[in-house]
């Protein structure tokens, strides 16, 4: 569901992200699907829940390639209290809630082997 609009499982998510913030600065990462980095930097704003990992190579490991030939990481900078909250797991998953504002800080190019990465970096 996109931001603003309410449904009961995705309620229990809001409350529990709004509950259990992160309470330190943490920068996190996350791939961004085949061109939706367009959506992301001309919108400024997360419109549904945004997955990351505070570890580059899960972000990596996500990223397909885009029209432009290259794969693109968000590299997110989160203040502390942002609305998100940390869920752990194998990939040491932290969820972003929905509409949160992107402040965008350029983006910088990174060749590694035979893949190319554009990461765009953003704070909360």
């Keep these: ?26 920068h996190v990462y996350s791939a961004l699907g085949k061109n939706s980095h367009i ?27 885009s029209d432009d030939g290259y794969h693109h990481i968000a590299h997110i900078v989160l203040s502390p209290n942002s609305s998100a909250t940390h869920l752990g797991g194998h990939e040491n998953e932290v969820l972003i809630d929905r509409g949160q504002k992107l402040q965008y800080h350029g983006t910088s190019t990174v060749e590694e082997g035979d893949k190319k990465y554009k990461v765009h970096k953003f704070s909360i």
């Design 1 to 26: 569901l996109l931001a603003g609009q309410t449904h009961p499982d995705v309620s229990s998510i809001d409350d529990f992200i709004k509950s259990n913030k992160i309470p330190t600065k943490l």
């Design 39 to 65: 959506n992301l930097l001309d919108k400024g704003s997360t419109p549904t829940f945004l997955s990351s990992s505070p570890h580059k190579d899960v972000a990596k490991g996500y990223a397909v390639k």
